[in-house]
């Protein structure tokens, strides 16, 4: 089975553990980053090459919804 790859990014570490934790309950799932903030997000994103992020989209320091710098759209993945 191929596992799913998650980047999980919330400015509240017990809120990142506990959706690491729930997410930890399916075997096809990977968590492979947390990150603080989006900037952190970004940097981890392209260093692990998550399949899903799971955003926190009203943090104190950066939107979730907002594109991470060096973000190219047109740049497909396999």
Partial sequence: MTQIRIL????????????RAVLATDPG???VAEAGDGRE???LARLHRPR????DIRPRRSSGLC???GHDPAVSRP
């Fill in 8 to 19: 999980i990014a919330d400015d509240e570490p017990m809120i990142r553990a506990g959706v």
């Fill in 29 to 31: 799932i990977t968590v």
């Fill in 41 to 43: 997000a970004g940097e």
């Fill in 52 to 55: 899903v992020a799971v955003l």
């Fill in 67 to 69: 594109r991470p710098p």
